[in-house]
């Protein structure tokens, strides 16, 4: 694992950032190792990573194959390297479903697609997901690929590593310990502590398994404003910590119209200036699709709209409206993010994305409006308390993050201690969310408006 810089010597962020950077190509271009695995906080440039790996490899004559998680993944990455190499061959290994992939794809000459792994053979790279990947064998191949890598690693079980592991040789792991643990729709408690337990993720069975291959990290969130990074740092990476790669003052988010006072409004400018805000509604158990927390939800969307908004940041010298496009609302239900579309659309705001925080990981915002998954619950539950919840919904903006939440969560807390049974040979997850959900509480409550019922 790499070192901080020595004690002294000022923080540079960019130099940093390539330092890190450098090392993980040499070892993954120079090394000896069967793989290399990096820890990336979010925003660090992950997929900047992975095409500049991509692109090295091709132009070192070494094809590769690219292992992502989601269609919508494999289609960013790809347009991703047509961006920056325009002349880079791709193949792009879908299924045979109706709409397998982005259209966009189509516009992009360099780029292959098909169903079949033999119809892109000799392509400098090819991009598909885990699921694709195994059913591909390595006799339908004339020989496995030497390299791979393996994207958002972290959000992969071992079980779909396990099923592509033939097809490459060597590989590079890129993903973020800190976000939502990898889905299965099965219990897993029978193999709990085993070394082969399918449910865990790639990266904690390979390192289990060879803790011997070089680890590294990205030290800086190009994501996170200076006013986010130390608390998602401390809260949820505290052995791996990051820094923010902007300073205070380098972004600001201002509004032309003024507020009228309102809750809204309020927790709007305390969020601008700050760049986080609660707001507080009375506690009370409530039914999950809460109406009166939805409805503050949409009323803060509807008044981060209508005051006109605008980001400054170090990306452009001019201030960039904040239009709908760039905000979002996180939940931690499917049907909570369904009632906050319906009260959205009652008042006209048709454009901002809402959805679960397993949908909303990998994207990016000015600002993010979040429902606390604890808010308005009688109990809390290992789904509400998973550390990786939470650090997606509080790790996706680049300006500022509000919260809206029942007051209580913390005595909520306090009233239901982890009871999770402890397991021989499972490594214990530290933060654990009871601790990180104090943590994040703690600082909010430094920025908490009332809520007033209009």
Not at 256 to 264: E, F, L, T
Not at 292 to 320: K, N, Y
Request: with cysteine.
């Amino acid at each position: 694992m790499q070192l901080a810089p020595p004690a002294g010597h000022a923080f540079d962020p960019g130099a940093e950032a390539a330092r890190a950077t450098d090392a993980i190509l040499h070892d993954t271009l120079h090394g000896t190792h069967r793989g290399v695995v990096v820890d990336s906080p979010p925003g660090a440039g992950k997929s900047t990573l992975v095409v500049r790996a991509a692109r090295e490899l091709a132009a070192a004559g070494r094809p590769l194959m690219v292992i992502a998680q989601t269609n919508a993944q494999v289609d960013d990455l790809i347009l991703r390297l047509a961006e920056k190499d325009p002349e880079l061959p791709v193949g792009r290994l879908h299924s045979s479903d109706p709409d397998p992939y982005d259209k966009a794809l189509d516009d992009l000459p360099n780029v292959r697609k098909s169903t079949k792994a033999g119809d892109l053979a000799g392509l400098d790279v090819v991009v598909s997901t885990a699921a694709k990947w195994a059913h591909v064998k390595v006799d339908q191949l004339d020989a496995p690929w030497g390299h791979a890598i393996v994207d958002e690693a972290y959000q992969m079980r071992s079980d779909a590593l396990l099923a592509v592991a033939g097809l490459f040789e060597r590989a590079l792991f890129v993903g973020d310990p800190g976000q939502l643990d990898p889905f299965s729709i099965v219990g897993a408690e029978q193999w709990a502590g085993l070394s082969y337990d399918p449910s865990a993720s790639a990266v904690t069975t390979l390192l289990a398994h060879n803790p011997e291959l070089p680890q590294h990290r990205l030290p800086v969130s190009w994501r996170l404003p200076a006013s986010a990074a130390p608390l998602v740092s401390g809260a949820f990476y505290p052995y791996t910590p990051f820094r923010s790669g902007t300073d205070h003052g380098d972004r600001a988010l201002n509004f032309a119209v003024p507020s009228d006072g309102s809750a809204p409004d309020q927790v709007i400018d305390e969020a601008a200036r700050a760049g986080w805000g609660l707001l507080e509604l009375p506690a009370r158990n409530t039914p999950r699709t809460d109406p009166e927390a939805v409805r503050a939800l949409a009323q803060v969307v509807r008044r981060l709209l209508d005051r006109g908004g605008a980001a400054t940041s170090e990306r452009a010298p001019d201030p960039a409206p904040l239009t709908a496009d760039r905000i979002a609302v996180g939940t931690a239900h499917r049907d909570q993010a369904a009632a906050v579309r319906a009260a959205l659309a009652d008042l006209g705001v048709t454009d901002v994305t809402v959805d679960t925080a397993n949908r909303l990981q990998g994207r990016e915002y000015d600002v993010t409006v979040v429902l606390h998954p604890l808010s308005g619950r009688p109990d809390a539950t290992a789904f509400h308390l998973e550390t990786g919840r939470l650090c997606v919904l509080t790790s996706r903006h680049r300006h500022a993050c509000i919260v809206v939440c029942r007051a209580g969560v913390d005595l909520l807390l306090d009233d239901h201690p982890s009871t999770e049974p402890v397991q021989l040979g499972v490594t214990v997850k530290f933060p654990d969310g009871w601790e990180a959900n104090h943590a994040v509480l703690a600082r909010l409550s430094e920025h908490r408006i009332p809520w007033q019922a209009p």
